[in-house]
């Protein structure tokens, strides 16, 4: 077996003191070999004491199993204590708890170190360097919120202070925007109502021109309007007479279903008596056989008659529908026409009063038209001075515009800016909440 021992120094205090490294693999072998050697020695010493030859082999067991278990406890109690205090210590770091670090051996002040030891060591040294590093962090995070309120602080007060500023340039550019299109609208109103004024004076002309053919034409119409009313009432009275005429038909028509009945009754008279007749020549034997020939012929023309009866009076319901259709048309053409009378008369009237208001347009024309030629030279010089001034007002909204544009840019950059502050507030908060998980 070749067992290597490493020599390290560490310093207690004032000393130095010498340690020797034995790995646990090793520990291990040694334990195994001391259990081994009881083993192998315990039966002797038992064959050398006094006793009974049946106890002396169960002796020898048990005292080689209770050295085994001495030596195992003695060799694991250390071993198993100082993984159960790195075991707590890690826990407790794992939780934020970097308090515990002292209660680590660091293993310095042993004469025999193993990899425990090492071990023990190197959280120990873990802990203090991440307590370290989250004091510094703590400390930074605090220096760092600090920094930011303040600068969020300036960057808000800019941020309200562009918005004025972008809230009065928007103010005035809308101001110039708003003047500018007034001005615009007022230049085309002038230049419509100039247009306007050359449009009503030609207007004006051409209506005087046609108010005098208006009322010669009104004139013409009234007298056409007379005529078409002796005409219409000739019209009136030949559909009135034909209403009537349809009436009388419509009643006569009311006769002709009484006819049929009476045709109708002397067509069964004659059926029976026909059939009677044929009965007797049946009785007669051979004598009456013409008689019943002739008898046959009269029950056939009964029959056709009852049929030819009901055909007419067929026809004779059609053409009452017809007729009652015909009468209607008639009423509410005669209702019609007499509305068309009354209208006639009114059109007549209206027209006398259009003849008479057209000469008192045309006068009134000749008035406008002066009017108009003054109008549109004084809308002319209106025009020439509105146009002046909507140029200055394009200049003015142009300018105006160039600086909205610098002041949004302005303002959208301290957005930014501020978006940014929040988000360095965001991380510092994240940072010191990190932080606050770890007790120093």
Known sequence: MDLKETYNTAEIGERRVLAIRIP?????ILGFIA???AAAFVPDIVEKLEIAEWMKQPLSFLVAIVTGLVLGSVFTRNFTRDFNRIAAIAGKISKGDLTGSGELDSGE???????????????????????????????????LSEAQESFSSVVARGHETSKDVISGASDIFNGALEQANHIGDASHTVKSMSEIADDVADRVTEGANASQ????????????????????ETIFR?????????????????DIPRILDV????????????????IEASKAGEHGRGFAIVAEE?????????????????????????VERVVASASEGTANLKGGRDDLRKIREILVEITNYSSEVAEKATVILG????????????????????????????????????????????????????KLSGLSKDLRAVVARFTL
Not at 238 to 254: M, P, S, V, Y
Request: glycine share 4%; no cysteine.
């Open 24 to 28: 646990i693999g090793y520990k291990f």
């Open 35 to 37: 259990v081994v050697a």
């Open 109 to 143: 002040a042993r004469l025999i170190k193993d990899e425990i030891a090492e071990l023990s060591q190197a959280v120990s040294l873990m802990s203090e360097s991440l307590k370290t590093l989250v004091t510094q962090i703590k400390s930074t995070a605090s220096d």
């Open 213 to 232: 053919r208006v009322n010669s034409m009104v004139q013409r119409g009234a007298t056409a309007a007379t005529s078409a009313m002796e005409k219409m």
């Open 238 to 254: 030949g559909i009135e007479n034909t209403e009537g005429a349809a009436i009388r038909l419509k009643d006569k028509l009311g």
């Open 263 to 278: 045709i109708t009754h002397i067509s069964r008279q004659t059926d029976l008596l026909a059939l009677n007749a044929t």
């Open 298 to 322: 009269v029950r056939r023309f009964a029959d056709n008659t009852n049929n030819s009866v009901e055909d007419v009076s067929s026809i004779v319901k059609d053409l009452r529908m017809e």
């Open 371 to 422: 009017l108009t030629q003054k109008q549109k030279e004084k809308a002319e010089k209106t025009v020439e001075i509105i146009e002046q001034v909507a140029k200055i007002a394009r200049e003015n909204v142009a300018s105006t515009e160039r600086v909205e544009s610098a002041v949004e840019k302005h303002g959208a950059a301290i957005s930014e800016t501020l978006a940014a502050s929040e």
